[in-house]
T-cell receptor
């Protein structure tokens, strides 16, 4: 079974609008972390935001927030007020307590339209 | 500046010619790992290392070797590259402690390898 599922291969959003990128995960470990990374066309991987399994509040980092629904095992990334520079691939990832492996989704390609 | 340094950024080689991609981190991280990224498949782990002299296979280890003789370095070796190893490769490192699951991976800038 896939540990991380991203069901949206591609998304479009109008500049200044908000967009939600979906991520669901599968684990039986009660302790885990969820991460989102951005990969612009230049190729580097940029860490955006983290959510821990025991965190009561949704994580926020500037225009990024994580909509964490533990019972549904979902960790959706919300980007508010989209900018042209947000056009990139976005990857959801999970790390379990054992910490031996990070599991990545297949990514969502986001295009921001002027 | 805290960083993971990978070299080279681009590499074109021929089938069977041994090559090494270097990776070095200056954050004193215990955990280091190699990934390959292919369209539609996301990032797949090749090998990882929990500490010096401790390495283990990831999901796609065939055709690759690694070593971890020093904490900061984790080179990826392709003894006999083949065209199906053409890919974008990333080295990454992370803290590994009692709460390591909350530590993000720090990535190098990637190595784009083409094997003809």
């Amino acid at each position: 079974a896939q540990k991380i599922t991203q069901t949206q291969p591609g998304m479009f959003v109008q500049e200044k609008e908000a967009v939600t990128l979906d991520c669901t995960y599968d684990t039986s470990d009660p302790s885990y972390g969820l991460f989102w990374y951005k990969q612009p066309s230049s190729g580097e991987m940029i860490f955006l935001i983290y959510q821990g399994s025991y965190d009561q509040q949704n994580a926020t980092e500037g225009r990024y927030s994580l909509n964490f629904q533990k019972a549904r095992k979902s960790a959706n990334l919300v980007i508010s007020a989209s900018q042209l520079g947000d056009s990139a691939m976005y990857f959801c990832a999970m790390r379990e307590f054992s910490g031996n492996q990070f599991y990545f989704g297949t990514g969502t390609s986001l295009t921001v339209i002027p | 500046e805290a960083q993971v340094t990978q070299n080279p950024r681009y590499l074109i080689t021929v089938t069977g010619k041994k090559l090494t991609v270097t990776c070095s981190q200056n954050m004193n991280h215990e955990y280091m790992s190699w990934y390959r990224q292919d369209p539609g498949l996301g990032l797949r782990q090749i090998y990882y290392s929990m500490n010096v002299e401790v390495t283990d296979k990831g999901d796609v280890p065939e055709g690759y070797k690694v070593s971890r003789k020093e904490k900061r370095n984790f080179p990826l070796i392709l003894e006999s590259p083949s065209p199906n190893q053409t890919s974008l490769y990333f080295c990454a490192s992370s803290y590994r402690g009692s709460s390591s699951y909350n530590s993000p991976l720090h990535f190098g800038n990637g190595t784009r390898l083409t094997v003809t």
